[in-house]
């Protein structure tokens, strides 16, 4: 059974910073492309950063130079750092996991960036 399970969300005033983790579990992590997702109220679900399985990264334009994605195979985890933080950065984020046809989603974790 694939699980993703995501944590660190929580309420951060603009400017601060969030470490978001995504825990993978019943599949090969190694061989998996990783991504964070989100969806704002009212909005469509958006890539915000993708990490391939060597260990590429794209990141979306709205977050370049403020979001950090990794990875670590060995504790089958993708991270996101979230730095400067922006009120209009506050959705749910999700993780997904990518490999050919296979597509796996957790359940997301609430950012609520605001003072």
């Known amino acids: 059974q694939v699980q993703l399970v995501e944590s660190g969300g929580g309420l951060v005033q603009p400017g601060g910073s969030l470490r978001l983790s995504c825990a993978a579990s019943?599949?090969?992590?190694?061989?998996?492309?990783m991504g964070w997702y989100r969806q704002a109220p009212g909005k469509e679900r958006e890539l915000v950063a993708f990490?391939?399985?060597?260990?590429?990264?794209n990141h979306a334009d709205p977050v370049k130079g403020r979001f950090t994605i990794s990875r670590d195979n060995a504790k089958n985890t993708v991270y996101l750092q979230m730095n400067s933080l922006k009120p209009e950065d506050t959705a749910v984020y999700y993780c997904n996991a990518q490999r050919l046809t296979m597509d796996y989603w957790g359940k997301g974790t609430l950012v609520t960036v605001s003072s």
């Open positions: 990490i391939t399985s060597g260990g590429s990264t």
């Open positions: 019943g599949i090969i992590f190694r061989i998996y492309g």
